[in-house]
């Protein structure tokens, strides 16, 4: 069931909106761009995006997360 794509879509969903509302905690309001950027990771990113979020203390450090998961 897992490896199901409607379950993925489901985990994906919902790993992106606790990772939204961990954004918009920890920065506040964020530019939509981002949000989208955030939004088309993969199930597996989101999970790192999670755990890194934990550590970043402003915005630039989101953008260059996402800098190096573009270039991975």
């Keep these: 069931m897992k490896e ?16 939204s509302r961990q954004m918009k905690r920890r920065f506040g309001d964020i530019d939509a761009s981002l949000v989208e950027q955030v939004r088309n990771l993969s199930a597996e990113q989101l999970e790192e995006l999670g755990e890194d979020l934990l550590d970043f203390s402003e915005v630039a450090d989101l953008v260059a997360w996402l800098e190096q998961q573009e270039q991975a």
């Design 4 to 19: 199901s794509v409607i379950y993925q879509d489901v985990v994906q969903k919902e790993t992106f909106k606790l990772i």
